[in-house]
């Protein structure tokens, strides 16, 4: 067969076969033009810019978790620290013994007795300066309409008493004793007060020390508090915390006929009361 026969045998060529061919060039997987075309066909690269922007998505996430926990965490240092502040500043103690002061209380017996009822009507007078003083302070707290640590029915938590040291000495013939106590405390917050059980007692002196080096602390005042049977020691400063200071009361008490404090008591024995 000739070559002009073979060319005449060809089927025509028309223009979809044209485009087919040219679809098959480019990639396309032979479709003709069109839609389906279009998405079967070769999807363009990532460029540098999306991943770029992605970036930055990833980035301001993790700065927003970030300022999120540290709002949080300045938030619980707030509420921790507003209620640090709002605690009172107390003391704590106790002091052993309970009785009524008569008078001459803590003497040995035989002292005459106008110089008795001179110590009675000078004790008289300097009971009234402390009484008008304590409805001062008690006066304030109220404006600040908060409870004074001697008016609350449970000691202050913010001293912590480490050791006593107690000596007392007893006179059988008047029934009354004296005694000197010694605290060592341990200062938990600040405060001005130290705050002790006392009832039915007579306080001679009061002094606090922080060491036999450092010195004497200045007591402002000192009163019993017979609503809540305690005795309280205002100091000119406060106490600093995780310091260690002495406590040193001298005072004296009638030995009670009753089951109150340091009491007395009798039996017999062969018809002999001992």
């Not at 479709?31 to 770029?52: C, S």
């Not at 992605?54 to 300045?74: D, E, G, N």
């Not at 008569?102 to 040995?108: E, I, L, R, S, T």
């Not at 000197?180 to 009832?199: F, G, M, P």
Request: hydrophobic letters at 40%.
């Amino acid at each position: 067969m000739s070559p002009e026969e073979k060319r005449e045998k060809r089927p025509p060529v028309t223009p979809m076969m044209i485009e087919e061919e040219a679809a098959l060039r480019n990639g396309s997987r032979g479709l003709a033009p069109g839609p389906w075309a279009e998405a079967a066909g070769p999807r363009p690269r990532t460029t540098e810019r999306h991943i770029a922007v992605h970036k930055r998505l990833v980035l301001v996430f993790a700065v927003s978790i970030l300022a999120l926990l540290a709002v949080t965490m300045i938030a619980v240092l707030l509420s921790v620290r507003f209620e640090e502040c709002g605690a009172a500043a107390d003391g704590n103690g106790s002091l052993p013994g309970a009785a009524r002061s008569p008078p001459g209380a803590g003497q040995p017996p035989g002292r005459p007795q106008q110089q008795e009822e001179e110590e009675e009507a000078a004790r008289g007078g300097q009971a009234a300066v402390p009484a008008a003083e304590e409805e001062e302070e008690e006066e304030e707290w109220q404006r600040r309409r908060e409870l004074p640590p001697w008016s609350r029915p449970r000691l202050p938590g913010h001293l912590r008493p480490l050791h006593y040291n107690l000596m007392l000495s007893v006179f059988m013939e008047n029934f009354t004793f004296s005694g000197e106590v010694n605290v060592q405390l341990e200062v938990l917050n600040a405060s001005r007060y130290i705050v002790l059980h006392a009832h039915r007692v007579h306080i001679e002196a009061v002094r606090v020390a922080e060491d036999k080096l450092a010195g004497g602390v200045q007591v402002a005042r000192a009163f019993l508090h017979p609503p809540t049977q305690v005795f309280v020691v205002v100091l000119n400063r406060s106490l600093e915390v995780q310091r260690s200071y002495n406590l040193k009361i001298i005072y004296n008490a009638l030995i009670e006929n009753e089951l109150l404090g340091f009491f007395r008591s009798s039996y017999v024995l062969h018809g002999e009361r001992r």
